[in-house]
């Protein structure tokens, strides 16, 4: 198969699986899966795809880049004590 058929199956069936309304993550899983089988050989690809997901959830180099965004939302969404004191400004618009 050539590599645009196989891109168009991935995104086809990704869309395809949103429009049932299955969550994105688990559509996903589900096309990297199908993707695995087809393009990597059966059996061995998806043994291949378990082997990379164990191998990337025990790295924690890229841990703090979803994390910063949670933690300064959280930071700046609630007030100190002190702040609570004096009501909150006016925003400039």
Do not use: K
Request: proline share 8%; net charge positive; glycine share 8%.
């Amino acid at each position: 198969m050539e590599w645009y058929t196989i891109l168009a199956l991935l995104i086809g069936g990704l869309v395809a699986f949103m429009l049932i309304g299955l969550p994105v993550v688990f559509a996903f899983f589900a096309i990297n899966l199908i993707g695995a089988w087809f393009v990597m050989g059966g059996d061995n690809g998806v043994l291949q795809l378990m082997r990379n997901s164990v191998q990337s959830v025990q790295s924690f180099a890229l841990l703090p880049i979803p994390l910063f965004p949670r933690c300064t939302s959280a930071a700046t969404s609630h007030r100190s004590r002190s702040d609570r004191s004096s009501p909150p400004a006016a925003s400039p618009c």
